[in-house]
């Protein structure tokens, strides 16, 4: 497919001047009475690969929809290239669809299903049959026009679909979870080529996903909603280094997160133990939330230091609360330069391995030790005691905030919790959502 995108593709004509931006003010939406979206502000601009990703109910397909049009807010204005199309029906949006799904008609053929919005919209014959073969040829799948769904694999399938999608030229492409069907090796090709199509023919994309992974690896930038509304809006990049809150932390990769209080030297005790945090934004005393990324955590065996082949990081990330008393604490044996603690399982995930570090309180610290080839020492067995040690250039600053509705509690193990997932959500079909069957959404719709 990749050299299907590199052809010299005609079909996709690029939206005209200033097509595909669309701002999204004081939105509010929910469902009898019970409000599940409430946006200030969003505003995505002409040609953005934008991502919306939270966890299963935080109002993403809402969202969607309410772009769309089967959903009806009950505050604010969708605009799409300047035009108020928050009362416009579906069709009348100039938006195109694709669904986690795909909702193609079994019936019809592949060049039938790519060309029913363009017999919808009135196209004449020699020109449907044109925007066809070049939307095939865009997805890659020319030679594939006879053929039935059902003789199609899945990732074949969504090429229909969003071939059928982008053959009546939407200024705005909506996606809702399109690669979640799909097997893990397939939904990551797949992901390459929806970005190169996307680059290739800028169309606006505005897709939702509850796979951090994915919305990292596509997007320009990811608004990451919880409880309906958006918590960051940001690139891949800042959601995941300078995450805002607590909960774009946890959701976003995994995070051990750390509260304390702050201590006269300007560091963070928690329960005992200082950490080293660079500069904190808030007074002596005063409570404070940190998070450490599995990956920026380094072990040794705490009787062999470096013996084990991990990378250590410089002594300076732990210490004792007072230097000269380094007793056992509350939290964990305390060591120079790092926490003291036990591996209490370890788990190789391929490129990985994943560890788990209990301290003496019980406090779980995640740790991701990356197997770096066939020269690289496995990481320290379950029981084997050993020293996690980080760069206080790596613990990141969170406000200290409300307790994430989905969020553990710090400090009692699970807190580093791996991100969104990737399993696939439970397929609810078109039915179940309003207008959304094959041909009645706005992919089919006249723009
Ligand atoms: N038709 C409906 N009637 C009543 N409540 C609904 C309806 N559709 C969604 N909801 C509720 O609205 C909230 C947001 O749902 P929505 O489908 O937008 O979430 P989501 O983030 O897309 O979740 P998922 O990832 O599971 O699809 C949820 O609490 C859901 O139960």
Redesign the pocket.
Known sequence: MAAAVESDLRLIELPGDGAGHVEIEGLAA???G?R??DLERLSIRKGEFLSIL????????????SIAGFVRPTAGRIVIDGSDVTDRPPYRRGLGMVFQNYALFPHMTVAANVAYGLRVRRLDRAEREERVREALRLVGLEGYAERRPKQLSGGQQQRVALARALAIRPAVLLL??PLSNLDAKLRREMRVELRAIQRRIGTTMIF?T?DQEEALALSDRVAV?NG?RIEQLGTPDEVYRRPATRFVAQFIGAANVLEGTVTASGELDVGGITVGCGPLPVGVGEHAVVAIRPERIRLRTADEPGSTGIPDTPASALRTTDPAEASPNTAGVETAGGVAGTVGYRAFAGDAWHVEVRLADGRALSVQSADTGAGSADPPGAGTPVVATWDPADVIILDAGPEPETGAKPGTGPEARSGAGSEA?PD?GPA?K?GAEPGAGPEVGAG
Request: proline letters at 7%; charged letters at 20%.
């Open positions: 929910g469902y009898e019970a599940v979206l939270g966890p299963s109910g935080c109002g993403k397909t809402t969202l969607l929809n809702d979870e939702v509850h909603m309906g959500k609810t179940a309003p």
